[in-house]
Nanobody
Framework: QMQLVESGGGLVQPGGSLRLSCAAS????????MGWYRQALGRQREQVAT???????DYADSVKGRFTISRDNAKNTVYLQMNSLKPEDTAVYYC???????????????WGPGTQVTVSS
């Protein structure tokens, strides 16, 4: 069973930076797209950024130009570099991995337990 472990969250001042990491392990399925979602208190979970196995990326409008998603396929790890952080970026951040048999496309999604990011002075 796939396990995702996030790290790198914490408290940062507005304008600061954080780098989140998420390592995937425990599954024999291929990992297709990986991504980051976030959920602020009292709000719905929203997609932040995704990256395909080939490297193409997609970002929410609210983070474009500030956040960068990347991945290391050899390490089954996805990263989220967050710069110019704002108080409204405060949320629990979750990583995801879309899984499936080789050549047959993704058949399911694994979620990490989440890591808290707080942007406050």
């Amino acid at each position: 069973q796939m396990q995702l472990v996030e790290s790198g969250g914490g408290l940062v001042q507005p304008g600061g930076s954080l780098r989140l990491s998420c390592a995937a392990s425990g599954s024999t399925f291929r990992i297709y797209a990986m991504g980051w979602y976030r959920q602020a208190l009292g709000r719905q979970r929203e997609q932040v950024a995704t990256i395909a196995s080939g490297g193409s990326t997609d970002y929410a409008d609210s983070v474009k130009g500030r956040f960068t998603i990347s991945r290391d396929n050899a390490k089954n790890t996805v990263y989220l570099q967050m710069n110019s952080l704002k108080p409204e970026d405060t949320a629990v951040y979750y990583c995801t991995a879309d899984l499936g048999p080789e050549g047959l496309g993704p058949k399911g999604r694994a979620w990490g337990p989440g890591t808290q990011v707080t942007v406050s002075s």
